[in-house]
């Protein structure tokens, strides 16, 4: 069974930087690419970040552009988010995606809750 928990999330004021984390267990992950999403309050769950089964090709949204980097541990089946000079409107719930098969999963969050 699939399971991702993300983890590293909480307070912080702007300009700051938290490390989010999200560990895999019930399958071998290095073969799939892995994914960032957030969830504002009153907003639609948005793309953050994306990296290829390799960790070669990574790709952001343009809100974090320069600011987020993904990388990933294949080894450790981890997938990371460091998250540098954070903005108010970065507040939001984040969540770990893997597709595989077609099927999509997805942890269940850590909150980051930028403050002005």
């Known amino acids: 069974q699939v399971q991702l928990v993300e983890s590293g999330g909480g307070l912080v004021q702007a300009g700051g930087s938290l490390r989010l984390s999200c560990a895999a267990s019930g399958r071998t992950f290095s073969s799939y690419a892995m994914n960032w999403f957030r969830q504002a309050p009153g907003k639609e769950r948005e793309f953050v970040a994306t990296?290829?089964?390799?960790?070669?090709?990574?790709y952001n949204a343009d809100s974090v552009k320069g600011r987020f980097t993904i990388s990933r541990d294949n080894a450790k089946n981890t997938v990371y988010l460091q998250m540098n000079s954070l903005k108010p409107e970065d507040t939001a719930v984040y969540y770990c995606?893997?597709?595989?098969?077609?099927?999509?999963?997805w942890g269940k969050g850590t909150l980051v809750t930028v403050s002005s």
């Open positions: 995606n893997v597709r595989i098969n077609g099927m999509d999963y």
């Open positions: 990296i290829s089964w390799s960790g070669a090709i990574t």
